[in-house]
């Protein structure tokens, strides 16, 4: 783990870039902390978003919020052609949805982004301590979630939805769904334009633990309501202790 600049910490938070080698690819991060933390201790791993980074609102948002009120750190990684992966930065969205979408249709990158997730919390434990993990993704975050949570026994709980059998990796999350066997809370938007309705409950269905529940709203893919994205730091942090 290479770290990136000097720590930036506010109000009690600290937040430190990282690099991270994986199979001869840079993996760009982000770690946060509580400012006053030696230990890394429970941790939550953030996935964002499609045409988005690993500093969205939402994961910013998400990853101060773990750290101040329930002293969870966070740590968030941009996915393949995102973000600082991207030598424009990733700032372009439309730009980042197009080539995304190109690079699915020509390969697989699934294994590579459980790869680098599981690169980034190996180093970040080997620097400074283990404690269990959460996740959290949605959208693209649970392409990438599904498969890394039924790889990577150290998922103690997840948030995930906005997606469903569907998509570029969908017959692969159709096969790792049923080895997610941690607690789960499921988000959908009813009326969402991009992952048909059906598609997101067929996922929840097949997802293997019991202990998981489903929250539904009406609204587009974009609006889940604020209340319930201020709730996912509190519920992952319940099933960390």
């Known amino acids: 783990m290479e770290w990136i600049g000097a720590a930036v910490s506010s109000q009690g938070v600290r937040e430190q870039r990282f690099d991270v080698d994986c199979e001869g690819r840079r993996v760009p991060g982000i770690l946060w902390m509580p400012a006053d933390a030696t230990e890394l201790g429970p941790v939550a791993l953030l996935g964002h978003g499609?045409?988005?980074?690993?500093?969205?609102?939402?994961?910013?948002?998400?990853?101060?919020?773990?750290?101040?009120?329930?002293?969870?750190?966070?740590?968030?990684i941009d996915g393949p052609g995102h973000g600082d992966r991207r030598a424009d930065g990733?700032?372009?969205?439309?730009?980042?949805?197009?080539?995304?979408?190109?690079?699915?249709?020509?390969?697989?990158?699934?294994d590579q982004m459980v790869a680098d997730w599981r690169a980034a919390?190996?180093?970040?434990?080997?620097?400074?301590?283990?404690g269990p993990v959460a996740y959290f993704g949605l959208s693209m975050g649970t392409m990438m979630g599904v498969p890394l949570i039924a790889a990577e026994a150290r998922v103690r709980v997840a948030v995930l939805g906005l997606m469903?059998?569907?998509?570029?990796?969908?017959?692969?999350?159709?096969?790792?769904?049923?080895?997610?066997?941690?607690?789960?809370?499921f988000l959908a938007q009813w009326d969402d334009e991009i992952v048909p309705r059906e598609r997101a409950l067929e996922?929840?269905?097949?997802?293997?633990?019991?202990?998981?529940?489903?929250?539904?709203h009406p609204g587009r893919h974009v609006e889940v309501p604020p209340d319930e994205m201020r709730a996912v730091a509190a519920f992952l942090a319940s099933h960390l202790g």
């Not at 969205?56 to 740590?75: K, Q």
């Not at 996922?203 to 539904?216: M, N, P, Y």
Request: hydrophobic share 40%.
């Open 164 to 185: 469903g059998i569907w998509g570029p990796n969908g017959g692969r999350m159709a096969e790792d769904a049923p080895r997610v066997l941690c607690p789960v809370r």
């Open 203 to 216: 996922l929840f269905d097949r997802l293997g633990t019991r202990q998981k529940s489903l929250r539904a």
């Open 90 to 110: 990733g700032t372009d969205r439309e730009r980042v949805r197009s080539d995304f979408e190109g690079a699915w249709k020509a390969t697989d990158v699934t």
């Open 121 to 130: 919390l190996d180093a970040a434990q080997a620097a400074l301590g283990e």
């Open 50 to 76: 499609g045409s988005l980074h690993k500093r969205a609102d939402y994961i910013l948002a998400t990853a101060r919020r773990l750290v101040r009120h329930h002293a969870v750190s966070a740590i968030a």
